[in-house]
């Protein structure tokens, strides 16, 4: 499959903030690898360096942390989103975070390497690194603004307005993992809220 047209994903979502001509969409599909993940693979580990960050372009992830007895999940990722461990990949810190795939998944890679290469080449791709920084501080603060105002029953509402796609790809335990609650408080909330609609 030629990246061309697997990343075109990518490309759209670039030209929605800098128009890519021909010569620059070239050079990007060229140069960007493509790489795919099983269900159950991780593109990080707790305690390794991020030496790249992604772009999804197919499948489900999510990021999560592990306790003594237990995984808390923070957040999934879907398609056309960057996904990076930001402070490992740009400090080169151990990282505190998993990512795991949810499904079968692709990404757009981009190693340090690759990044230079497109700014050498075309400085207006210094728009494609800020968009990444914004995205993760945008994906950060609502993990933390969600966590601490939210109860988690405000929190599912809040995943079905905004992602309602998800709740049909991810299984209920990272969901409740998700919300902080078990699986079977999880069921209550999904049935007082059924209960709600149908009053």
């Known amino acids: 499959m030629k990246n061309t047209a697997i990343l075109t994903p990518l490309v759209q979502y670039i030209n929605n903030f800098i128009h890519l001509n021909q010569q620059e969409v070239d050079y990007i599909t060229s140069q960007v690898p493509i790489k795919e993940f099983n269900k159950g693979d991780f593109l990080l580990k707790e305690g390794d360096i991020s030496k ?114 998800l709740i049909h790809r991810i299984p209920q335990y990272y969901l409740a993992s998700y919300l902080g609650i078990t699986p079977e408080s999880l069921s209550r909330i999904r049935k007082r809220l059924k209960d709600k609609v149908r009053s």
């Open 52 to 165: 790249a960050f992604f772009f999804n372009l197919s499948g489900c992830l999510r990021l999560f942390y592990q306790t003594q007895d237990s995984e808390k999940t923070l957040f999934f990722y879907t398609e056309n989103q960057f996904i990076t461990a930001y402070e490992s990949f740009t400090k080169e810190k151990p990282s505190k975070y998993y990512i795991e795939c949810l499904e079968d998944s692709v990404v757009a890679v981009f190693t340090l390497e690759t990044e230079m290469k497109l700014l050498n080449q075309f400085s207006k791709l210094e728009v494609l690194v800020r968009l990444v920084m914004e995205e993760q501080l945008g994906i950060y603060q609502h993990i933390i603004s969600s966590l601490i105002a939210l109860t988690p029953e405000e929190r599912y509402s809040q995943l079905l307005d905004e992602y309602p796609q």
